[in-house]
């Protein structure tokens, strides 16, 4: 069965409303896509491994003319991917060369919460470094690392804070698929930017409250991009680093390809498709197959009807292998059906915006969870059906299961581990969500303005039968 659909209802699709900005035909000339280096580690045994991820202003060739004033980590923008096996102690030390304050927050990690976890309750003072440290006992995913400060957040992604975070593990290594980093394995983080006066980005002339937009696509920071193809298939880990954009992708001639991973996990099996919608920080992975093209043909990926990355097919050698029918075997956690539903409610558009009818408060516990009680969360978007936002809901800290949208299956590639869900209007999501750390974690909407404006809140999670810790929470003024 292949799929032509984009699943999420077409009422809602981010187009509709007054500050809606489409993307344009960039007016650049093409340049390869720009791969990002994987980021060395400073020390390696057999058991730990240690890197250090710096914040640093710097400025980037992006259009012709004059560079671009950037932020990135270990680099002018965007960042070098980092790469984190499970199971080996993780030591980072994180550093901070920026003007302001900053956090790290590992989007899509299982790690302890509020601080390691980086959401805003783990300040980086500038000229600071921290230290954090852990073990990973998830599945291989694609996951991202991006800023986190109260309200800021937005506005720091969008200068390129955001970058690639791999986690590997056996079971991934030992599949018959594309492995090679930048050559057949190739992270596409695509966001959208608008470019003023000598090609600088002004967030504030561009504020909307409902996400902010610009009309050219970037693709790892490249306007225009080309890949060169030198395998007959690849294996593409997409993220959406937009701030607001949803991306609804396909290729020229309808290519079909598999999708074999979601947020948090490979699928239980690929699904074959040739349309994909993501919403903000939902993360793919595709595999492409050119069997059927030759040296000097050329492939494009759209969103909507934009092209926004062209791969040029040089020669390949053929490669027969087949995907796996079979990717990751997921056990559905149990739910005592004593424990209640938490349901939870995203309201509003623009400066409205709410979560469970409030806004965002630093010093607040909004919820409470047992770590290792699977629970059912029922997500609702309040929004009007035709003229409402679809909000992708995160929560930090876990990776849920959806169970159903308005009582059905949900979308046929989402069987795997999630930590974003884009909810449609009028929709309620069941997700089952389980914590296996205690801590404080977030939980919001991602449009990244919508979550600055307070469309989030916070649950502390505990070990049954033990003392609650108290955790030094931030407040605005004491940042
Ligand atoms: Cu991508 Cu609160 O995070
Ligand atoms: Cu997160
Ligand atoms: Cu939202």
Redesign the pocket.
Known sequence: EIYHDYFFDEPAFNTHDGGYVPLEIADAPEKPLAIPARLKPDKETDTDIWYTVTAQAGETPILPGKKTKTWGYNASILGQTIVYPVGKHIHVALENHLPELTTF????LIVSGPYV?G?CHAPVYPGETKHIDFTLDQPAATTWL?A?PCPSTAEQVWHGLATMVLVTDDHINSLPLPHHYGVDDIPLVLQDRRFHEDNQLDYHADYDPDGVQGPTALINGTVNPVFDVTTQKLRLRILDGANRREWRLHFSDDLKFAQIAGDSSLLPEPVYMDHLMLTC?ERAEIVVDFAGYHEGQTVTLFSDDVPILKFRIHQFAADNTTLPDHLLTINKPEVDPKTPVRKIEMSGMDEAVMLDGKKFSMQRIDATQPVGQSQYWDITNTNEKDSGMVHPF????TEFLVISRNGHAPYPNEHGFK??VGVNPGETVRLLVRFDLPGVY?YHC?IIEHEDGGMMAQIQTYEPGKPMPKYKLMDMDTL
């Open positions: 927050h590992w989007h899509g976890d959401g991006h986190h920080a995160h929560v930090h800290g930590d974003t977030m991602h």
